[in-house]
């Protein structure tokens, strides 16, 4: 292989990886100034928040963008991902005698799956619908997580684990109680743990965009009648999409549910779910690298300002109305593909 | 049996708001293509007018009412006019987000003129109930004036739309936009009026829900937005009739699902519905199949 194909592939693969690159740095950073102690604690205490909701962006922006499925339920199969990775780590610690890592590790690996699950069973009838008509059964099916959560007991009774519906009287340690949800969890997420599973997540998303399945997804998106007449599975590979933002979203959740002592099924409601959709928009629709970018800056800045909180649900609605505007209006469209040929001509230019 | 008698007159009540609620989102699902998301907030935000007007302004409550029509009807119009208007050529997963955008607009603007604390709305209709059976069913005032508002509402809607000019020009518009305005329909001034009248129901609904269920707050109006769509859907969505249809059977279904199956899970029940009839017939009870072109 000569220098000039090695330099392409290599430009190819940075170009690919991106976000990865990013993310790495960052992580790099953030653990140099916590060894250095330079960290405020406020922001040592937001890393693994921001980690979540970046594999939440990250994993949501293949169904809206890539798969082209408005979903309104995310937050839903983060929910189903956080309660089972809860009770999975409690499990594992006292009946299999897990260390925390491995704790950590089963309780993600089962909360993926579990959400995996929901989601290929909500997937077959949801994905069968189009347009709006999906956006409000995928925000239906999430009320109705949240709905039968809110009734779920589980405990733990020397080696059994109890499930009862609306029923508080469960034998053994509770673990679950229904609308409380889950309290006194160890927290046993970690900061490099939730890198990994942005890592993770970027990968599986980015392989997959760039795959032969990827490119199926991202054409019956663009047309799926055209898809359809060239012998492409429809219902086979939105499903695939719809399935793997499932288990992402359910490993974020199980790593969010492990952050905190107290974890209820009210945390996922609507509006967690809105809140993730909008990290994805702004971010720009089916832009990893941007979803990325736009999960950690607002995340982090509204924490900092907490002085305008009040400001800053009005703030989003806003700007999000605003970039819908901008972004669909044609004199604008035209105005900054204008000023990206000019660029194109001056790199030409001096090459 | 009057057990079952108060819940079916409770579900046909709630059901009744549901069907107001549901007619303003069929008509601009019909005649403007989209999900006005913001519907729901509409009704929350004409709530605290009337609640406004009448607690701390001291007026009559229907001078309340009517000066939270105009203040909706007006809401509705602008809403159209600064964020949908634009996207008219637009995607719909864009018009979607724009109105879920709007949606969170209105309701944290409300919290900022409201506060987030939960205001008891004291009802305008005066309490008192009517018995039958030898007392051991009593009807409400509110119940009463519910059902008979929703079937004032229905009636007139019904001969607006099939028996004015404007109502034809509503229909075309719903029909074929292009060919409507070939043929001269004017169809930024249709769509607005449709706005207009969704408004203007949601008002009517917002003062019909909050006397019958008093705290208001500012997501008062997400939820049964949320089930008043699911009402249209299940009617079949863009059709009239369907919507007061779907808006009562599900009012119904979800009060005897709270009394009968688990209080916990009515909503869930609703939902469940909704995902049923879109599985089992996509266009809902009283919908038209369309064909998809190629």
Redesign the interface.
Known sequence: MNKTALISTLKKFSKQYLPCIIVTVFFIICQIMISANAMPRTTKSMLIPVCVYIVMAVSLNLTVGISGELSLGHAGFMSIGAFTGVVMATYSREVFGFSQPLQLIFALVIGGIMAGIMGFLIGIPVLRLRGDYLAIVTLAFGEIIRNILNCIYISLEGKDLHFGFNNNTLPGTQIMRGPTGVTGVKTISTFTAGFLLVLFTLIVVINLVHSRSGRAIMAIRDNRIAAESVGLNVTGYKLLAFVSSAVLAGMGGALFGLNYAVTSPSNFSFNASILILVYVVLGGIGNITGSVIAAAILYILPEELRSFNDYRMLAYAVVLIAVMLITNNAKIKNFINNLLKKNDEKGGETV | MSAFMSNLLSGVSLGSVYAIIALGYTMVYGIAK??NFAHGDVIMIGAYICFTMMFNLNMPAFLGVLIAMAVCTLLGVTIERL?YK??R??T???????A???S??L???A??IWGANPKSFKSVIPNGSISLMNGSLKISYTTIVTIVASVLIMVALTMFVNHTKMGKAMRCVSEDRGAAQLMGVNVDLTITITFAIGSALAAIAAVLMCSAYPTLKPTTG?MPG?KA??AA?FGGIGSIPGAMLGGILLGVIEIFGKAYI?S??G??LV??V??LV??VK?TGLLGKKVH?K?
């Open positions: 989209m999900l964020a634009p996207l050529q637009a719909s997963l864009s018009v979607l987000i724009t879920i955008g709007m969170y607009f309701q944290n603007l919290q900022l997400s949320i769509f699911t859907v688990s916990e899970l909503d869930a939902f469940t909704l995902i879109l599985l996509p998809e190629v």
